[in-house]
């Protein structure tokens, strides 16, 4: 090799070096729920995969639920260290956006596969779902068929929820309430509470650390759980109660943050995310309907789950004007 050659073989080796560094030196930090960084979650399917794409390291930070998502990144505000965050709720997207704090996204949601059109320029949807009432098919063979029968229900029936000023379901299950009884929804709650075991303040501390271990035999939980316990544990014992009123619809949304010093990479994430690589984990990780999977690929446990016999969904700019005042509607119900 000519001297030439070899200066400009090591030129090119030290350029490729130094890119291959500066692209490993990428790091993206999302914020997201405890459940999703779990061992079980789906934060150890998708990382690998994103990373093998995007030669970057994501840095999955978890907190309580979506709720809490909201409450750190506003709290953190401007000098927050997330890039991007994952898992927000379809009841906070008014909410987040008039923080100022997120930025708009460059994905094609148009031929995303979900129950409502969905036209957001800032929030992008990675899966749905449904709030429902799981319950156990052996310690409850006849549970409630709707929202009137479960709070007009003996007090020996005992049920188990979360709050709503900071769990995801607890938010969804007071909206369930309100879009099912209106003005009168304070009065359903006082009924409720002598069927309510215990309120926790997030889902798996209600589903793993109290239900499944017995200590009630229904839970505040999503219509699609039972499909976990169908495909992967092989049992149908854990079913989730069709309600004669209809089920509150829940989707899960990501966007980037304004002031990420990494939005090109946060942009190449929120695609991934909407795409199978991402998407094939839904269904049986996070255990929600994903937005965009062929049917083909999902599993069988889905065709036997229930189907809202109506879905339930307030004005998102009703919720956020409205959610404080239904949160204090709801403690002072549950206080008297």
């Known amino acids: 090799m000519s001297r030439l050659t070899s200066t400009l073989a090591a030129v090119a080796m030290g350029l490729a070096a130094a890119t291959s560094a500066q692209a490993a030196d990428r790091e993206l930090t999302v914020y997201t729920y405890d459940s999703f960084v779990s061992d079980w979650g789906m ?12 030669n970057c ?3 999955f930070v978890g907190l309580e639920d979506a709720v809490a998502l909201l409450q750190r990144v506003k709290l ?21 956006k008039a923080s100022g704090l997120f930025a708009p996204h460059k ?48 007090p020996s029936l005992k049920v188990i929820i979360q709050d709503p000023r900071s769990s995801t379901p607890g ?3 007071m909206l369930w309430m309100k879009s099912v009884y209106g003005d009168q929804a304070a009065s359903a709650w006082s009924k409720m509470s002598d069927n309510i075991l215990t309120t926790t303040k997030g889902w798996s501390e209600a589903y793993f650390n109290l239900f499944l271990a017995g ?30 009123e209809g089920h509150y619809l829940q989707v899960e949304v990501a966007a980037k943050l304004a ?17 199978e690589g991402f ?6 990780t996070n255990v929600m309907y994903p937005v965009n999977l062929p049917a083909a690929a999902m599993p069988e446990a889905y065709g036997k789950l229930i189907q809202p016999a109506k879905v339930l969904k307030l004005d998102d700019a009703n919720v956020n004007n409205q959610r404080k005042a239904w949160v204090k509607e709801w403690l002072g119900a549950m206080t008297n």
């Open 171 to 173: 938010l969804g299950l």
């Open 76 to 96: 953190e505000g401007n000098n927050t260290k997330a890039d991007l965050v994952l898992g927000l709720d379809l009841n906070l997207v008014d909410e987040a």
């Open 107 to 154: 994905v094609n949601t148009n031929s995303l596969n979900m129950p409502i059109e969905w036209h957001d320029d800032t929030f992008v949807p990675f899966d749905y779902g449904y709030f429902a009432f799981v319950y156990d098919t052996e310690a409850l063979p006849n549970p409630p068929k709707s929202l009137d029968e479960l709070i007009n229900a003996d």
């Open 57 to 59: 390291t994501v840095n």
């Open 215 to 244: 200590e009630a035999p229904m839970v505040l939980s999503y219509s699609t759980s039972p499909a976990y316990h169908m495909a992967v544990e092989g049992t149908d014992r854990f079913q989730a109660a069709p309600f004669a």
């Open 43 to 54: 934060a150890p399917q998708v990382k690998p995969a994103f990373e093998a794409q995007c």
């Open 279 to 284: 998407q094939q984990h839904v269904p049986l």
């Open 259 to 275: 002031n990420s010093s990494n939005s090109e990479l946060a942009d190449e994430f929120l695609e991934f995310m909407v795409n």
